[in-house]
Every structure is written in structure tokens, then in C-alpha cells.
């Protein structure tokens, strides 16, 4: 069974139709890519899967469990939603550090506030914060910035504020990974780091989402593309297949500027 699958997701912006009946699924440990130009609805398809913003219509389930249904009032709270994004972790395009904590405290910030919400905190507070901070250290370790434990963001490259972001997705292990545009906002010379760490995670059967304009990134590292345009997807399948043979002229189209 998919670990995701969304129906009929659709999003209005004022007047503008941004999404137009969307329909997908994920496997468990796939990594699927999102490619098309600017404006067709990748980034808001993103948000939209998980919960930054609220479909119109349409029903987002995650191992088989409906998180949201448009028809449904129940799935419609704010604090049900918040729960429902601990399902998955968002990589930002512009890293969204918080620049008042170093490296360690952002990757163990998300951890320690829903750690005050257990009903044994209080009493095992020390211990709580002890596994925290282990494994912030571990997962800052495995994206090679051991030696940066105490940097602040503004002491930190852009690739390495990436991979601190990374780091802090990760922490809530959740089910599913997603990565908004990741190598956006870095230089040149710092996409090979980050996409590197991606690369690792794909090999690890980490289950991703992965907005992109880096088309030999999407064809060497996803198993699954979605090529958008108009909000609606227009062409998936295999990467061997969208980049080698797109059926759709719009595809095509698209790919013939890459």
C-alpha cells in the first residue's frame, strides 16, 4: 500500500486556480521528484501535502490513515493539522534557521518543545533532553558538521545551513521527507554538497518529495517524476522514461531548455 496517496487536491488563490485536481501516490522509501517551470503549482502541490497550506478540495492520507478530507470538519482543525505535519519534515529553500541558535539547539528546538507535552517530562526531563542532544549530535555528525556543533547560522556556508536544515527535518523521523527547491538560494560550487546528502538518504530508502529544477539531479536520484504545468500534472512515470520518452509535447517542451 502507498505510505502516501492525495485525491482530487485542489487550491484557489483568489481567482486563480493554482492546483487542478490532483491525484498521487508514494511507495515506502520512494523518492519522487516534481519538476516544471516556475508558477505551476509544484511548490504549492508541496505545501499543500503537507499542511502548510489547506487544499479546497480533496483527501491526503498517510499509511492508509485519512490526515485530511475537505468534506470532513473533524480533519479540519488547526491542532489536528498541527499534529498531522509531524508526518512529514520540510526542507526550505532558504534554510529558515533560526538565527539566534547554533546548529545543535535548531536541530533539538522542534524535539524539546513537543518533549514538554509528555506526561512523564517533568520527571525525566534530564534524560529526555540527554537523547535529544544525542541524537542532534549523530545526525549533525552524518551530514559531516561535527565540527560545527556551535556555529551560528551567519558563521555557517549556505551548504551548511542546508544540511543543518536536513538535520532538523529529520529529527521528528518522519514519514516522509520533503525538500522545497534545496539548492535554490546556494552558489554553484555548494549544490554538489547538499544534493550529495540527498543522494545518501535515497540510498538509506529515505521516502522523499523533492521540488527541483535540477533535472539531472531528478533523473539520476528519483525513481518516480512528476513533470507540472498549469497545475495539473501533465506527465510520471520512471525518470528513464519522462526524461528519455515524454509522451506530452508540454513535457518535451519543458525539457528541451535542460
Do not use: W
Not at 542532534?136 to 549556505?158: C, E, F, I, V, W
Request: hydrophobic share 40%.
Amino acid at each position: 500500500m502507498p505510505i502516501l496517496e492525495a485525491r482530487n487536491i485542489c487550491k484557489t488563490f483568489e481567482h486563480t486556480e493554482v492546483l487542478k485536481h490532483i491525484d498521487l501516490s508514494l511507495e515506502q522509501g520512494q523518492v519522487l521528484s516534481i519538476i516544471g517551470s516556475s508558477g505551476s503549482g509544484k511548490t504549492t502541490l508541496l505545501r499543500c501535502l503537507n499542511f502548510l497550506e489547506r487544499p479546497d478540495k480533496g483527501v491526503i492520507r498517510v499509511n492508509e490513515e485519512t490526515l485530511f478530507d475537505a468534506d470532513d470538519p473533524a480533519t479540519l482543525s488547526e491542532a489536528a493539522i498541527r499534529k498531522k505535519r509531524l508526518h512529514f519534515g520540510l526542507v526550505f529553500q532558504s534554510f529558515n534557521l533560526f538565527p539566534q541558535y547554533t546548529a545543535m539547539e535548531n536541530v533539538m528546538l522542534a524535539r524539546k518543545l513537543l518533549a514538554e507535552e509528555r506526561p512523564d517530562f517533568k520527571s525525566r526531563k534530564r534524560e529526555i533532553y540527554d537523547e535529544i542532544e544525542a541524537q542532534a549530535k549523530t545526525l549533525l555528525d552524518q551530514m559531516g558538521l561535527s565540527n560545527r556543533l556551535d556555529n551560528y547560522p551567519h558563521q555557517l556556508s549556505g551548504g551548511q545551513c542546508q544540511r543543518v536544515a536536513i538535520a532538523r527535518a529529520l529529527a521528528l523521523q518522519p514519514d516522509i521527507l520533503c525538500f522545497d527547491e534545496p539548492t535554490s538560494a546556494l552558489d554553484p560550487e555548494l549544490t554538489g554538497e547538499v544534493l550529495k546528502v540527498i543522494r545518501e538518504l535515497a540510498d538509506k530508502n529515505t521516502t522523499m518529495i523533492i521540488v527541483t529544477h535540477e533535472m539531472s539531479f531528478a533523473r539520476d536520484v528519483a525513481n518516480h517524476v512528476i513533470f507540472m504545468d498549469d497545475g495539473v500534472i501533465v506527465e510520471q512515470g520512471p525518470p528513464a522514461e519522462v526524461f528519455g520518452n515524454p509522451k506530452e509535447e508540454r513535457t518535451k517542451q519543458f525539457l528541451s531548455h535542460y
